[in-house]
Structure formats: structure tokens, C-alpha cells
């Protein structure tokens, strides 16, 4: 059966969906991929139901019996945003769902190229500034990088999002617990630039947040090994948006751009900030005060940040300070032992 004839088209009118049912729609695409090629016939063709049924086939993983499924919908990206999006401080909801998706063989493809840099970018900024499980989901993109390679989409491994993304987190982390070690900074930086998979940049920003994050640590952009293609810094700009409906989209196509650019004003060396960077920043807040949007989410993920990198800063440092305790004590045991030995020597 052809993925076409499988599929139907989601209405595009209406409430979006919850954040619940946008996992259903998800959920269902990735069972369809799933399951076997043979199989799909059999589960999603109406006309075959009672056939599937009499054939009493078990799931090989659940031990259940397999029973037909309704046509599967193409899902928009945007029901992946809204269920990512939805997810809160502390939750591991996420990271569950996405595991075995992951896991699955690179050979199913539309699984993996499902996902675009946006998603990864969201992924990033969602478990950084919000859940607070980001060193969890940074390891776990990288750690599964060859098999987005091998299944042919190693785009969500990008400069202007991925590692743009990386090297603003790395930069508001430091900050938060004042990290100013250069050898783990360089070690940090070499591996972000080897699970960067496509190096051509687009907007300029990378280079800009790099300098930001070596001049925090103490280190030159040199002794990185970290090489960009050049580019002017380009970023959309507001001007020519006709109505409140291109308002709001470029709103939401470029939040995660804002949170970038202001990291770059907040952080830039010297205080010398882009003069491109400093355009879009300023249009950007204007444009949301134009929408009626009160709030500021560069300000309020500042807020949401600070305070779940300051607990885990704390946490930190309680581990740090008991295993100096016992270490102390093991030491000392040692040399308690170390001069009993002695002693019976003389």
C-alpha cells in the first residue's frame, strides 16, 4: 500500500489540537512507518479488517492482538511543536515519547526525516530553558547523530540551528554557574563541531555566538579549530508585514531567532553588538508590543533558567563538597593504615 493511499488530510480549519491529541497524530504517523511494509495492507486497509482479525495475529512486542487501524493523517510540524512546547519544568514526557522513535532502524526513513532543525532547535531551547534536562537531551542528539546520518537527514545537525542553539545554552549555562575553564571549553567546543553535520551557514549568527562564549571562558575563536564559511549577518526584518496574520507568523517562525540575537546583545564582547543583530532585536519587541503581547519570553525563559540552573548549581556543589568529605575521610583512613604498618616495622 502506498504511503498516499494510507494517508489522510488534516483539516486545516478550526482550534489547533491539544497538546494530547497532537501527540496521538504523532503517535499514530510513527506506528504507520513501524510497522512492517507487508503488514500495512492488512492493519489500515478498511476492506481488509476482518481478515486481519481472523488471522489473530499477535504484536510481537505488546503480545496483543494486532487490530486494524484507521488511515493514518499527514501530521504537521506544528503538532510536534505543541506537544514538545507543552512540556514543563521537571517533565519527562518528552524524552520517553521520543526514544523509541529514535531507536528504531535507520532504514525507516520517514521516520527520521520527519524531523527538521527547527525541531531539534525547540528540542534544545524547550529541555534547556524550561524542563531542565538539556545535558540529558544534548548527549542523547549526539549520541544518536550517525543515524539520522545513515538515514539520509543530517540537516537537523545544522550551524544556524543546532549548534547555534548549543552555543547559546553553553553561554546562559556558564553564566549561571560561572564556568571559566578553558580546557573543558575547548573539549566542549570540539565536540559541538563534530556532531555539526551541515556546516554552511546562512544567517551569521554562529560566529557571533562563538565569540560570545570563547570570551566568556577565557579562550580565542582560534584554539577552537572552528572554521565558518563567511557571511554577512542576515535577519529578516518586520518592514512589508501587511496584516496582523503575517504578524504573527513571523512572530512565531523567528522566536527562537530572537532568543538568539538577544543573547548575542546580552553577552557580546565588550558590549559591541551587531548593528544587524541589534535591528531585528529591536524590531522583533516591537512588533510583539504591536500584537498586544505584554510579555517578553527571552525575560521570562532568563527567569525560568536562572532558576533551574541555580538549584542544579547547588545541587552540585553539595555533591562536590560531600565527596571532598569523603575523600578527606578515605584519606585519611589511608594514612591512619599507612603509619600502623609502619609502626610494626620498627
Not at 40 to 53: D, F, G, K, Q, S
Not at 64 to 88: D, E
Not at 219 to 241: D, H, Q, R
Request: hydrophobic share 40%; charged share 25%.
Amino acid at each position: 500500500m502506498s504511503a498516499s493511499r494510507a494517508f489522510t488530510r488534516l483539516s486545516s480549519t478550526g482550534a489547533a489540537p491539544s497538546a494530547q491529541a497532537s501527540r496521538a497524530m504523532l503517535d499514530s504517523y510513527f506506528t504507520y512507518f513501524k510497522t512492517p511494509v507487508a503488514m500495512r495492507p492488512l492493519v489500515y486497509r478498511p476492506r481488509n479488517a476482518n481478515t486481519l482479525l481472523a488471522m489473530d495475529m499477535k504484536d510481537p512486542e505488546t503480545k496483543q492482538q494486532i487490530k486494524p487501524l484507521q488511515p493514518v493523517a499527514s501530521v504537521p510540524k506544528s503538532a510536534f511543536m505543541q506537544f514538545l512546547r507543552s512540556t514543563g519544568k521537571g517533565s519527562d514526557e518528552f524524552f520517553r515519547w521520543i526514544q523509541p522513535w529514535v531507536s528504531v532502524t535507520p532504514r525507516k526513513r520517514q521516520i527520521f526525516q520527519y524531523f527538521n532543525p527547527q525541531m531539534f532547535q525547540w528540542m534544545l531551547i524547550q529541555s534547556f530553558f524550561v524542563v531542565g534536562d538539556y545535558t540529558r537531551m544534548v548527549g542523547y542528539l549526539y549520541t544518536n547523530r550517525s543515524r539520522f546520518e545513515a538515514a539520509k537527514n543530517p540537516n537537523v545537525y545544522d550551524v544556524d540551528h543546532f549548534m547555534a542553539t548549543v552555543l547559546m545554552c553553553s553561554i546562559q549555562r556558564g553564566s549561571v554557574f560561572q564556568f571559566t575553564k578553558s580546557l573543558k571549553a575547548n573539549i566542549k567546543l570540539k565536540s559541538l563541531w563534530k556532531n555539526t553535520l551541515q556546516r554552511t551557514q546562512k544567517t551569521g549568527l554562529a560566529p557571533l555566538l562563538l565569540d560570545c562564549y570563547c570570551h566568556q571562558q577565557g579562550i580565542t575563536v582560534e584554539s577552537t579549530g572552528i572554521t565558518f564559511n563567511e557571511v554577512s549577518v542576515a535577519l529578516p526584518s518586520t518592514s512589508g508585514l501587511k496584516d496582523a496574520v503575517e504578524k504573527e507568523k513571523f512572530a512565531n517562525t523567528y522566536e527562537a531567532t530572537y532568543l538568539l540575537t538577544r543573547t548575542i546583545q546580552e553577552f557580546a564582547p565588550n558590549g559591541e553588538v551587531n548593528k544587524e543583530v541589534a535591528r531585528f532585536v529591536d524590531e522583533y519587541k516591537a512588533l510583539k508590543v504591536e500584537l498586544g503581547v505584554t510579555s517578553d519570553i527571552y525575560d521570562q525563559f532568563k527567569i525560568t533558567m536562572t532558576e533551574l540552573w541555580t538549584v542544579k548549581n547547588t545541587e552540585r556543589k553539595k555533591r562536590k563538597a560531600a565527596e571532598a568529605v569523603r575523600d578527606a575521610k578515605e584519606t585519611a583512613i589511608e594514612n591512619e593504615e599507612a603509619a600502623a604498618e609502619a609502626a610494626k616495622k620498627l
